[in-house]
Structure formats: structure tokens, C-alpha cells
């Protein structure tokens, strides 16, 4: 079953990175989170910042400033990382538009699982987006208007064919890319592993006793 994705799971994952005030928070969703959530408001963060602390999934410390307002530093807790990682591990189902806002937090996020999840993540996106071109590429896109009514047929049909051939191109290439990362990994995770055998093969021809 699907986790919907919300604030705090995003502000979550960011204390769990490194502990930061609300400000520091507001600036973050407001250039890399702006593509995971687009249009944080500061009062939203503090509203979440509040939920989070009352249900014991974050806790902060009051860092004096002299001469200033002291500042709240969040941490998250064990219980708001037990909901944090509960929200990553659960099940990615893509939305009608590719690359959506969550997926990207998911690709954001995925240092905390490492690389098999995020092969299967991308494995997940791209036979959602090939199923999706199979349904809808070549689908029936007439269409109909009454003869009477106060409309430009022939405008849209050309504005709509416009449309479908650029976003034919974009899925294409959405898909092309999400392949393409996808191989990168597998081949990062092969020469990694490769990079280690010979020496744990060194490690066992070692002569018994020599320890």
C-alpha cells in the first residue's frame, strides 16, 4: 500500500542528514526541496515542525544569540526516523506525469537505502512510463465538436498534435535517461565489487597459522 508522501516525511529526511534550525529548513524547500514540493510556505514548515515535535518525531535544542532572537535547532528522533524510512521503503507508484514530485525525493532520499533499492526504484519508473506509452501513444485523439459550435478545430488539432509530438519526445527521452542511470549503477555496484575480490582472494591464500 502506498505511503502518501507529505512535509514531514521531506523534513524528516533532512534532520536525519544533518540537524538544522527552521530557517535553515525553509531554505532547503525552497531550492533542492522546490522540486520535491514547490510553494513551502515558512508558516507550513513551523506547522510541520510542530506536528513532528508533538508526536515525538523530532526534538530541538535552543541555541543562544546574543544580540539576536535564539534559535531552535531540529533533530530527528528514533520514532521520526522509524516514519521517515517507513515512508521511503514503502511501495513507488508513479504518477500519470513522469519524474513527479516524488520520485525525486525518493532519488534525493536514496542514500539512506542504498543502491539495489535504487535500481529497483528506476526499474519501477521505467515499465510504469513503457506501459503508459503502450496505453496511450497511439490512442484515438479526435476530436469532437458540435457544427455550430464557436470553435477552431483545426487551431487546436494543431496546437494538440504539437503537444502529443513533444510529449511523445519528452517520455522518450524520461525513459532513455532513467535507463541510462540505471545501467550506470549496475556497472558502478559490478566494478565495486570487482575492486574487492582480489583482495579478499589474497586474504584466502594466506597459509593457516600465519596469523
Given at each position: 500500500m502506498r505511503s502518501p508522501?507529505?512535509?514531514?516525511?521531506?523534513?524528516?529526511?533532512?534532520?536525519?542528514?544533518?540537524?538544522?534550525?527552521?530557517?535553515?529548513?525553509?531554505?532547503?524547500m525552497d531550492l533542492q526541496g522546490v522540486f520535491m514540493r514547490p510553494r513551502t510556505q515558512m508558516s507550513q514548515v513551523y506547522r510541520s515542525l510542530t506536528t513532528m515535535a508533538e508526536n515525538g518525531w523530532a526534538t530541538f535544542t535552543v541555541s543562544e544569540r546574543p544580540g539576536?532572537?535564539?534559535?531552535?535547532?531540529?533533530?530527528?528522533?528514533?520514532?521520526?526516523?522509524?516514519?521517515?524510512?517507513g515512508w521511503l521503503n514503502s511501495p513507488y507508484v508513479p504518477a500519470v506525469y513522469p519524474f513527479d514530485s516524488e520520485i525525486r525525493a525518493r532519488l534525493y532520499f536514496i542514500g539512506f537505502l542504498g543502491e539495489d533499492a535504487l535500481i529497483d526504484l528506476l526499474t519501477t519508473e521505467i515499465e510504469a512510463r513503457e506501459r503508459q506509452i503502450a496505453k496511450y501513444r497511439f490512442r484515438d485523439r479526435t476530436i469532437e465538436v458540435g457544427e455550430d459550435a464557436p470553435f477552431d478545430l483545426e487551431l487546436t488539432e494543431f496546437v494538440e498534435e504539437f503537444e502529443h509530438q513533444s510529449g511523445s519526445a519528452s517520455m522518450d527521452l524520461h525513459v532513455?535517461?532513467?535507463?541510462?542511470?540505471?545501467?550506470?549503477?549496475?556497472?558502478?555496484?559490478?566494478?565495486?565489487?570487482?575492486?574487492?575480490?582480489?583482495?579478499?582472494?589474497?586474504?584466502?591464500?594466506?597459509?593457516?597459522?600465519?596469523?
Amino acid at each position: 500500500m502506498r505511503s502518501p508522501m507529505k512535509l514531514e516525511h521531506l523534513l524528516l529526511g533532512v534532520l536525519l542528514m544533518k540537524p538544522r534550525t527552521g530557517y535553515d529548513l525553509k531554505r532547503f524547500m525552497d531550492l533542492q526541496g522546490v522540486f520535491m514540493r514547490p510553494r513551502t510556505q515558512m508558516s507550513q514548515v513551523y506547522r510541520s515542525l510542530t506536528t513532528m515535535a508533538e508526536n515525538g518525531w523530532a526534538t530541538f535544542t535552543v541555541s543562544e544569540r546574543p544580540g539576536a532572537q535564539d534559535a531552535k535547532i531540529y533533530s530527528a528522533t528514533d520514532l521520526g526516523r522509524q516514519v521517515f524510512m517507513g515512508w521511503l521503503n514503502s511501495p513507488y507508484v508513479p504518477a500519470v506525469y513522469p519524474f513527479d514530485s516524488e520520485i525525486r525525493a525518493r532519488l534525493y532520499f536514496i542514500g539512506f537505502l542504498g543502491e539495489d533499492a535504487l535500481i529497483d526504484l528506476l526499474t519501477t519508473e521505467i515499465e510504469a512510463r513503457e506501459r503508459q506509452i503502450a496505453k496511450y501513444r497511439f490512442r484515438d485523439r479526435t476530436i469532437e465538436v458540435g457544427e455550430d459550435a464557436p470553435f477552431d478545430l483545426e487551431l487546436t488539432e494543431f496546437v494538440e498534435e504539437f503537444e502529443h509530438q513533444s510529449g511523445s519526445a519528452s517520455m522518450d527521452l524520461h525513459v532513455a535517461q532513467a535507463r541510462e542511470l540505471r545501467d550506470l549503477i549496475i556497472r558502478r555496484r559490478a566494478e565495486s565489487r570487482e575492486a574487492s575480490t582480489p583482495l579478499q582472494t589474497q586474504a584466502d591464500a594466506l597459509p593457516a597459522g600465519n596469523a
